[in-house]
């Protein structure tokens, strides 16, 4: 299968609802804002029920009157691309070429170690791993570090990955200090010269102060052994918990800041709209998105193939993943 056909694919579950919400959308704009308010209820609500929410829902209602477009499921489209870009990246694509290998060069990470960070159960670990492999296919030397000390078999799960994959895992002891393991991995990876060093973490409430300030030492003493690091700390967020998620999101961007979210089962929620409050809300890009449980299924995040995929037109001619 296709990059595209999975993401299309993981994606089945928010079109089929926007898809019987909405309505046929294949109508005239004109038509919608003229004399069919029942069509333009029903897309409000559809947008809303995505989980899109209402500021976003608002703008995009307006960009489609305004768009001067005739046929509302390209006016759509595109309003809703439009508010997946954050500025900074449309920027960065603007620059490099709308090419693939644009779209590769926005989830390179900065530095040289990726922390990831997030609730219990959203899918760090396999993401972490997914990652690992992704980066490592092209060509990075990476190590992973088993930051989460908490879970009892928590090492042992990375470390199977890391066997699968051929990338060596820093492992620390069962209820050892996490950010004793952190910077063991980050020492590591400098003395050794790997490219990329990705810390798994223990899955955390938001709302836990205690647990908080822990990610917040390993953090620090992540800098310790190589300063200047982690240049990246991504969040994942399962987008199953939709409007919950974003509420998680910002308490990590304020206590830890984040330079990037992982969007986790896309493919197992109807409410895929929540990637609109993420970028908008939280003002940090999504970097990947995860479309099912294979290692394939974690795609570098392209606001206009994610809005070309949910509604299920257009293969692109060539493979970016
Ligand atoms: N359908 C689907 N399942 C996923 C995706 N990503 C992860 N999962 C599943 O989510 C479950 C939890 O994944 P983990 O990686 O263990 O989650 P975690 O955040 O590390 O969990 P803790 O370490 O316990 O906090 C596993 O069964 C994964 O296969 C995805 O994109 N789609
Ligand atoms: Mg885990």
Request: aromatic share 6%; net charge neutral.
């Amino acid at each position: 299968m296709s990059w595209f056909d999975r993401l299309r694919q993981g994606l089945s579950k928010t079109r089929q609802q926007l898809n019987e919400m909405a309505g046929p959308l294949g109508v005239d704009v004109k038509d919608v804002f003229t004399n069919r308010l029942e069509t333009l209820e029903d897309l409000e609500y559809a947008l809303i029920a995505a989980d899109v929410g209402s500021a976003a829902t608002a703008e995009i209602l307006e960009d489609v009157k305004n768009s001067g477009k005739k046929d509302l499921q390209e006016a759509l489209m595109e309003a809703m691309t439009l508010q997946l870009e954050p500025d900074a990246r449309r920027a960065q694509l603007r620059k490099l070429g709308f090419t693939p290998d644009a779209r590769r060069a926005t989830v390179e990470p900065r530095g040289s170690v990726i922390m990831m960070i997030g609730v219990n159960g959203v899918g760090k670990t396999t993401t972490i791993a997914k990652l690992g492999r992704y980066y490592a296919s092209r060509g990075k030397r990476v190590m992973f570090a088993a930051g989460d000390t908490f879970r009892a078999a928590a090492g042992a799960q990375l470390g199977v990955w890391g066997e699968r994959l051929g990338i060596p895992v820093v492992q620390g002891a069962d209820g050892g200090d996490p950010a004793a393991v952190a910077f063991d991995g980050a020492s590591a990876r400098k003395s050794r010269g790997f490219d990329l060093l990705m810390v798994d973490t223990a899955g955390r409430l938001h709302t836990k102060h205690n647990l908080m300030e822990e990610l917040k030492k390993v953090k620090r003493v992540i800098d310790k052994a190589d300063p200047g690091e982690p240049a990246e700390v991504w969040l994942v967020l399962d987008a199953v918990t939709g409007q919950n998620g974003l509420a998680q999101a910002k308490k990590f961007h304020e206590t830890i800041g984040l330079t990037g979210v992982v969007v986790t089962k896309l493919d197992g929620t109807a409410k895929g709209g929540i990637v609109v409050p993420i970028v908008r809300e939280l003002g940090v890009p999504i970097k990947f998105i995860g479309v099912g449980e294979g290692p394939d299924d974690l795609q570098p995040f392209d606001a206009r193939e994610f809005i070309k995929a949910l509604f299920d037109v257009e293969v692109p001619e060539h493979d970016p993943s």
